[in-house]
Nanobody, 114 residues
């Protein structure tokens, strides 16, 4: 059974940083494209970042490009999202997603204070 568990969220000040993690079980991340999404209250889900199965390619939404970095650790079977220069508009529930089969975790809340 595929499980994705996010952690690392919290409350930080404007301009701060956070590192989110997504621990995968029941699957090997080296075999799948993985993505991060976020959803703010009253708003639609927004794509944030993606990484290919072989890890050679990453891509980002325009709203986070240059501030966020997606990476992964094959040995730990985890996907990371490094977030820098955070802004209040980054406040949302962040979750990782495996597009193949549309698996996602419960998410971790990120709140940025101005």
């Amino acid at each position: 059974q595929v499980q994705l568990v996010e952690s690392g969220g919290g409350l930080v000040q404007f301009g701060g940083s956070l590192r989110l993690s997504c621990a995968a079980a029941g699957m090997a991340i080296k075999d799948y494209e993985m993505k991060w999404y976020r959803q703010a209250p009253g708003k639609e889900r927004e794509f944030v970042a993606g990484i290919t199965a072989n890890g050679n390619l990453t891509w980002y939404s325009d709203s986070v490009k240059g501030r966020y970095t997606i990476s992964r650790d094959i040995a730990k079977n985890m996907v990371w999202l490094e977030m820098n220069n955070l802004k209040p508009e980054d406040t949302a529930l962040y979750y990782c997603n495996r597009p193949w089969g549309n698996y996602r975790g419960q998410g971790t809340q990120v709140t940025i204070s101005s």
